[in-house]
């Protein structure tokens, strides 16, 4: 049922049984789940999308189908935008939206794994910390096998996703603070094992859920990788996740080619694009609010210097936004193409318009750009617009203007 064959160190290359392990016993190092590379070469790819991310259960780390747990995730679609397109500069993009997951984020495809891999190994019990997309969906999908989900939630979650965590769990507590202080007292709980880990920090079970986004965009481009890829960067399992997804369908004989990625960062959380774009290391940072929730990380620990690897080794770009460019782009892709994207969904389109504006994206580049996240979950102030009195000649005037 599952290719998965070890886990191998990101650093140190060691390879280790699939047991629930979350550093390399060797080294510290993150771990990531390898696949036996001849078996997913024979799998008939044009004919596995959909529905949910389970027909691609061999290319997943759970092998008994009664783990698996789902509420429809996956199987999003990839949307061919022409005028965004055309107001970029460009003559192929495709959105793949990820909004439309059953919680409204991409989160999905990683909570379906994480929950799985917790059943797998005996757990009734999985934490996380989050800013609010990812304990939605953990939350959903423990409640969904019957699971206790612990979550920690920013305080300064949007108001739907308070009360969406609230109505999936009893088990709810919000922080003050930003998620990077909270993170390390959180990893340290996890390794005295009170509960199964459903950070983004180090488990690679659970990102190994993100990989199908790669599978997805492969199939629906009929068995063609496109040239580019952008993600949003928070801690960078989308990237890491999807990039790997991509390199073993190329490792297999399925692709020709691997995408270049693009990492999407915030401009008060950029350290991996002013790595990326400087040439030195990473260096973290204390990050104030952004309305982008979903990247607001300032210390992505190991996990950052993993992404910034990839993005080196792949000949990757990355650029950062502010508030304002994600709020006047989130909204040219609600007119233009009738598309409602939250801003952590969002901040890829500023970012890909500026790297296109900068001449280092050409053109005719064929570029997925990955919307993570619905509209439906923000908590946006009314809108400033004109009130009229309800009478004939009024609403007459209205519809005639
Ligand atoms: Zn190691």
Known sequence: MSAATSLRCSDCASTHPLDYLLACPDCGGLLFVEYDLDRIARM???SLAGPGIWPYAELLPIP???????LGEGSTPLIAVPRLAAAMGLDNLWLKFDGLNPTGTVKDRSAVTAVAAARQFGFDRIGVVSTGNAATAIAAYAAR???RALVLSSATSSRPKVSHVNALTADFMMYRGNYDDLIGAFDRAIDSRVVFDGGASRNPYKQDGKKTLAYEVFEQLGLQAPDYVVYPVGMGELLLASQRGFRELHAAGHADSVPVPVAAQSSIADTIVKALNEGGPRV????DYTI???VAVGDMGAKGDWVLRDLRDAGGLGAAASDDEVVEWQNRLARLEGIWAGPTGCIT???LAALVAQGKIARDARVVCTVSETGL????EPPD???IEANEAAILDFLQS
């Open 349 to 351: 389109l500023p970012v």
């Open 145 to 147: 096998a019957d699971i």
């Open 64 to 70: 008994d189908p009664a783990h698996q747990v789902t």
């Open 44 to 46: 008939p790819f044009g």
């Open 292 to 294: 982008a929730e979903g």
């Open 377 to 380: 979950k923000s908590d946006l």
């Open 385 to 387: 617009i004109p009130i």
């Open 284 to 287: 973290s940072i204390s990050i």
